[in-house]
């Protein structure tokens, strides 16, 4: 990050190495009057099957700044684009593998080798009839979608990506990525070596905000020269969080719940105004010169809660539906 002499977070934090970084991600949201930055959550969610290239897409098209992504290691240790640990709410493995002692398990991505999770369909289940949680049914675009789009993800044709295709795809449309390790609670060995190395394969560090809710991955990411940003996730509160953020995990952003700062809090559903919320945490990260990040923000024209964040500081909004979070 850069920052003038005296900067707050060097005097609040005497000793931690303030390090520049030549980091696209980074310096959007430290772009002074810039809007906050819509975030594609898994690419446009809303409209395409979560973590795949073609929800990417879609996102970019949507107008977002910026997509996100979550990966994990499969057993021969290839970093893959997936948010559960499991493969069956969003793939066909319990069709394909039926009978595999693996399913006793819970069909976990990290018991299958990359040649199995790419035979996989990872498009069917978001446009079935019957869809669960978060397929289109689920959000309630099952009906507007692009026919296209829909005769696509029915096909069979849609799969599981890697986590160097997606890379490379955010580096072909000149993009910005943020990629959240899953490493908890598998905790594949080495993952977080992996995801650096396919980083550098692609030449895509400037473009990346690396994050995971496992800090110690974080920290483990926090190395020498490093040019791609680090993200802390957090789903409930820290105590004295911009100095932990900096000084124990080396964060350069903070990536925090909506809940976190009080959208479901008595004060809020009481009074939906932007007073109602914890305006002192972004307070604090601003000063720290941590920009927050708030996920997952679904709420359409105005569902308010987005403006509200938005009033108290906060510099980026995550969202499975980007062309709805209009802002401004």
């Known amino acids: 990050m850069r920052h003038h002499a005296c900067q707050p977070a060097s005097c609040l934090f005497p000793g931690i190495p303030m390090t520049p970084r030549d980091n696209r991600f980074l310096d959007l949201l430290q772009t002074p009057a810039q809007p906050p930055l819509i975030i594609a959550h898994r690419g446009d969610s809303f409209h395409a099957p979560e973590n795949t290239l073609e929800a990417a897409r879609l996102g970019l098209e949507a107008g977002a700044h910026a997509w996100e992504l979550d990966v994990q290691s499969t057993r021969d240790g290839v970093p893959v684009v997936l948010h559960d640990e499991s493969l069956l709410r969003t793939t066909d493995v319990a069709a394909r593998f039926a009978g595999d002692p693996r399913g006793q398990d819970g069909f976990h991505v990290s018991d299958f080798d990359l040649d199995e999770v790419r035979s996989l369909d990872a498009g069917a289940w978001f446009v079935a009839v019957d869809g669960g949680y978060r397929s289109a049914r689920d959000f309630g675009t099952l009906g507007q979608l692009d026919p296209a789009a829909d005769a696509r993800f029915r096909s069979g044709s849609v799969r599981v990506p890697t986590l160097e295709e997606a890379l490379k795809l955010t580096h072909n449309r000149d993009w910005l990525v943020n990629v959240e390790i899953k490493s908890f609670p598998d905790r594949p060995p080495g993952l977080v070596d992996r995801v650096i190395a396919a980083i550098e394969a692609t030449d895509t560090a400037d473009r990346i905000l690396l994050s995971s809710f496992d800090h110690e991955d974080v920290a483990a990411a926090d190395r020498p020269g490093r040019q791609y940003g680090l993200g802390l996730l957090l789903w ?91 802002i401004g």
């Open 236 to 326: 409930t509160p820290i105590h004295r969080l911009a100095e932990y953020a900096s000084r124990l995990v080396g964060a350069d952003t903070v990536h925090l719940s909506a809940e976190i700062l009080g959208s479901d809090g008595v004060a809020y559903r009481r009074h939906r105004d932007a007073r109602s919320l914890r305006h002192d945490i972004v307070e604090s990260l601003r000063v720290a010169g941590l920009p927050t990040l708030v996920y997952t923000v679904n709420h359409q024209a105005g569902g308010m809660l987005a403006r509200h964040l938005i009033e108290i500081g906060v510099q980026g909004l995550f969202t499975d539906d980007p062309a709805g979070l209009r």
